[in-house]
């Protein structure tokens, strides 16, 4: 009697671990969350590995813009719209009415 009464202890015991680790790992801390925190960590460092790049292209205009007078003009005269003596320029409107 003394070591059946033992075993049903141990018994429910176990089993009363076993039932809390399934809703452990079921709830939103478990399996599920660490998948959508492993999710959002890839996401996050796409996200990253784009502003790296578009960093880098940044720096390598401004290296460019630097380096080349040419450049530099070509790049006043879009923002600013100036234009040589003589020169005419015709600013055409894209958009749809």
Do not use: H, W
């Not at 790296?52 to 813009?65: H, Y």
């Amino acid at each position: 009697m003394k070591i059946s009464g033992i075993r049903t202890i141990y018994a429910a015991v176990v089993l009363c671990g076993i039932v809390y680790a399934f809703i452990v790992l079921r709830g939103e801390n478990g399996i599920p969350g660490l998948l959508a925190k492993r999710r959002q960590v890839q996401e996050f460092e796409q996200t990253n590995q784009q502003l790296v790049r578009e960093i880098e292209q940044k720096k390598e205009r401004i290296q460019r813009l630097q380096d080349n007078p040419g450049e530099q003009e070509y790049e006043i005269r879009q923002r600013l719209k100036l234009a040589k003596p003589g020169e005419k320029i015709y600013i055409l409107d894209d958009k749809k009415r």
